[in-house]
């Protein structure tokens, strides 16, 4: 049985992607069971921590893990991680067109370089997305997002609606029209968005 995840930035009282957060869980559930057991992600988060204690000022991540006859919730104090490089690899075997629970596959991809440092999962020759964020490449004018992620992230629907990001095929020999490389997720505002100048992305491993 599939278990499915949403991970959702909580701080100061604010939740501002929910409803994005609850298309997704909606559709999921539709699409996987033809049903919906649990019709709003909402009431779930209110009625878990109704009494939690949460601090001033500081982010929070959400976990819900749910399955057809489960539900899990947990929330836990989120600090943004430091990334020191990016590797192009491989990845054309990898399905995450859902938000799965299960990661092994993206794990194993992982496994190959340091843990500060973070890959591109290149699929038929276009990029994707790192192993955890969407990505966007800035060309001096714009940014764009690649066309098929691994996963249409939450916040990634989000900044195409507000005209900041644009859907675009980026295949490897298209990298050198750009000249920064933007990674985010749902945890990670755009304004907070790790950056890089795009040649710090090294092909090595694109070639084992």
Known sequence: MFQFIETIHYRNGKMPLINWHNQRFLSTQKENWNAIIYPNILDILQKKFENYRFENDLSYKIRLVYGQDYLQVEAEKYTQKSISELYLIHADEVNYSYKFFDRSKLNQLK??????????????????????????????????????PLLKGVQRQYLIEKNILHPKEILVQDISNYSQIALFNAMVDWEKAWKFPINQINPALLNL
């Open 111 to 148: 496994s190959k370089i340091s843990t500060e440092a973070e890959i591109i999962a290149v699929k038929q020759n276009h990029l994707t997305d790192t192993s955890f964020t969407n990505i966007a490449l800035y060309d001096g004018d714009k940014w764009y997002t690649p066309l098929d």
